[in-house]
C-alpha cells in the first residue's frame, strides 16, 4: 500500500527563521513521483515541486529547498529565512508510474504560521 | 493561460437534496480528477478521467455519486441524496496526458455544506 506521513501538524516560526517541512513515505514501486502542493488560506492548492524516484539530486528554487533520500524514504522541504507570506498548509504526495491514473496520494498536511 | 475552474465555489443544501459541480480543466490537459477534502485532511482521490472515458474510481465514491465528462473537455460531479458526511471541498484538477507523474494543477474547489 502507498502511504504519505507528516508527522508535523503544525509549526510556527518567527519571520526569517529556517524551517524545515518533514515527509517520509511508503511505497513498494520503483518508479514513483514526489510531489509537494502548497494550499494558502484561500484554499487553492498550488504545485511546487515534482521529483522521480530516480532523481536523488537535492533542488533549489529561490528560499526553497528539497531534499530527496531514498534510503530513508523521505522528501523533506526547507524553506530559509521565512516570510508571513509562505504561511499555509504544505501537503507531501505520491503518486505511482506503474498505475494508469498517476491519483495523487497525500499526507495530512504540515500548517505552517510564520509570524511577524 | 486560464487555470482550472470549478463552480459554484460555494453550495449550502439540506439533507437528502442532489447536487451537481462543474468543472473546467486547462484546456490542452486530458487528464482530469477529483478529489475530497476534509477539514484537517490532505485530498483523497474519487476518479479520474482521461479524455472522456472514468478509467478508474474509488471505494469512496458510493453510487450515490456519478462522474462524467461528455465530450473530454469540463466534467460534472453530482452527488445524489445527500448526507451529512458529504460536507466537504470537492477539488478538481488536471495535467498533461504524456507520461507518469505529470503535475496535476488544482481548481479553487467547491465547498458543499449539507444541513
Not at chain 1, 46 to 58: A, G, H, P, T
Not at chain 1, 61 to 73: A, D, I, L, P
Request: proline content about 3%; overall charge neutral.
Amino acid at each position: 500500500a502507498q502511504k504519505v506521513t507528516q508527522a508535523q501538524t503544525e509549526i510556527s516560526v518567527v519571520e526569517k527563521e529556517d524551517v524545515t517541512l518533514d515527509c517520509v513515505y511508503e511505497t513498494r514501486d520503483t518508479t514513483y513521483y514526489l510531489f509537494w502542493y502548497k494550499q494558502p488560506p484561500s484554499g487553492e492548492l498550488v504545485f511546487l515541486i515534482r521529483r522521480n524516484s530516480f532523481d536523488e539530486q537535492n533542488e533549489i528554487s529561490g528560499r526553497y529547498s528539497w531534499n530527496f533520500q531514498k534510503s530513508t524514504s523521505s522528501f523533506n522541504f526547507t524553506i530559509t529565512a521565512s516570510q508571513v507570506v509562505d504561511s499555509a498548509v504544505y501537503f507531501c504526495a505520491l503518486s505511482s508510474h506503474g498505475g494508469a491514473t498517476n491519483k495523487l496520494i497525500f499526507g495530512t498536511g504540515t500548517l505552517l504560521a510564520v509570524q511577524p | 493561460d486560464t487555470g482550472v475552474s470549478q463552480d459554484p465555489r460555494h453550495k449550502i443544501t439540506k439533507r437528502g437534496q442532489n447536487v451537481t459541480f462543474r468543472c473546467d480543466p486547462i484546456s490542452e490537459h486530458n487528464r482530469l480528477y477529483w478529489y475530497r477534502q476534509t477539514l484537517g485532511q490532505g485530498p483523497e482521490f474519487l476518479t479520474y478521467f482521461q479524455n472522456e472515458a472514468q478509467l478508474e474510481k474509488s471505494r469512496l465514491l458510493s453510487d450515490r455519486f456519478s462522474a462524467e465528462r461528455p465530450k473530454g473537455s469540463f466534467s460534472t460531479l453530482e452527488i445524489q441524496r445527500t448526507e451529512q458526511g458529504d460536507s466537504a471541498m470537492y477539488l478538481c484538477a488536471s495535467s498533461l496526458g504524456s507520461g507518469g507523474g505529470q503535475p496535476q494543477h488544482f481548481g479553487d474547489g467547491t465547498r458543499l455544506s449539507i444541513l
